[in-house]
């Protein structure tokens, strides 16, 4: 019998705040209409601020330039159906772009919301993520870290992946 290796599935999410409310989406899922951080998962080739710079277009139409890493968060999610996974985020502070006119958002998302910490907290019922309220808790907290603690070495984009840069 083959052993089965645990893999987290790593997504980006960016906390984008302005004026005391939070850029977050409305998007279908299986369980109905949820409240979510623009977020999503890593893709091949790209550093977790690149993702989540990509995923916050894709979701809202908007540019998004990371500028701090809030945390890094794990969350294990059941559902009815069986699946069981376990999800470990990457969260963005940064700054908030243009927004791109006619721009398309994502499949299943519905719309963008500018919501209060408050407001968020009377709709955990709704949030897709376990991780939301945490991450705004956190940013609203002042954490904050330098970009340059997530390296990401330049195999990763496909450049030099024989050269080992002196990692062990």
Not at 45 to 69: I, V
Not at 105 to 124: F, N, Q, Y
Request: with cysteine; net charge negative.
């Amino acid at each position: 019998m083959a052993k089965h290796r645990w893999k987290p599935n790593v997504t980006v999410a960016a906390v984008i705040e302005r004026d005391g409310r939070f850029l977050v989406v409305e998007e279908e899922t299986r369980d109905g209409l949820r409240l979510n951080s623009p977020a999503g998962h890593l893709d091949p080739g790209e550093s977790p601020a690149e993702g989540c710079a990509r995923e916050t277009l894709e979701e809202t139409a908007h540019r998004f330039t990371p500028t701090a890493l809030i945390g890094i968060y794990m969350a294990r999610q059941r559902s009815a159906r069986g699946d069981d996974t376990t999800y470990m985020r990457f969260a963005f502070a940064g700054t908030l772009g243009e927004q791109e006119p006619g721009r398309a958002l994502d499949h299943g998302i519905v719309r963008t919301l500018w919501m209060s910490a408050d407001e968020l907290r009377a709709s955990r019922d709704r949030h897709r993520s376990p991780l939301l309220m945490q991450c705004v808790d956190d940013y609203l907290a002042g954490r904050r870290h330098p970009l340059d603690l997530i390296h990401v070495h330049a195999s990763v984009a496909g450049k030099d992946p024989n050269h080992d840069e002196g990692e062990e």
